[in-house]
C-alpha cells in the first residue's frame, strides 16, 4: 500500500496534451484497474491541476481516480472509503480549479 501512496503523491505520466488523445490514455489507465497506474494518473492530474488547472473532463477523470483508490485501499486495509481518503491525504474534491 506504501507504494501506492508513493506514486500518488509522487508519479509522472506522461499524458498527450491533444484532448482527444489524452482521453483515451486516461481511459485506458482507469480501465486497467491497475492500483499503481491509477495512483501516478492521478499523480499527475493532480500537478496539472496546480499548474494550470483541469479541463472538466479530466477534473472528472482526476475524481474518479481518486474514488478508484479509495476503493481499493479500504478493501485491502478493511477500513472505511472515507478513512481511506483521509490517508491518500487528497482532500476535497472542491478544491480543483
Not at 498527450?16 to 491509477?38: C, F, N
Not at 477523470?61 to 487528497?90: H, N, P, T
Amino acid at each position: 500500500m506504501h507504494n501506492v501512496l508513493e506514486r500518488l503523491n509522487n508519479g509522472r505520466v506522461n499524458l498527450p496534451k491533444q484532448w482527444a488523445a489524452r482521453h483515451r490514455r486516461v481511459t485506458e489507465i482507469l480501465s486497467s484497474g491497475d492500483p499503481y497506474q491509477i495512483a501516478t494518473l492521478g499523480s499527475e492530474l493532480r500537478r496539472w491541476d496546480l499548474e494550470r488547472g483541469l479541463p472538466d473532463l479530466d477534473r472528472q477523470a482526476y475524481r474518479r481516480a481518486l474514488r478508484l483508490l479509495a476503493g481499493e485501499i479500504s478493501a485491502v486495509l478493511g477500513i472505511s472509503s472515507k478513512e481511506a481518503r483521509a490517508m491518500m491525504d487528497a482532500g476535497d474534491d472542491d478544491d480543483l480549479n
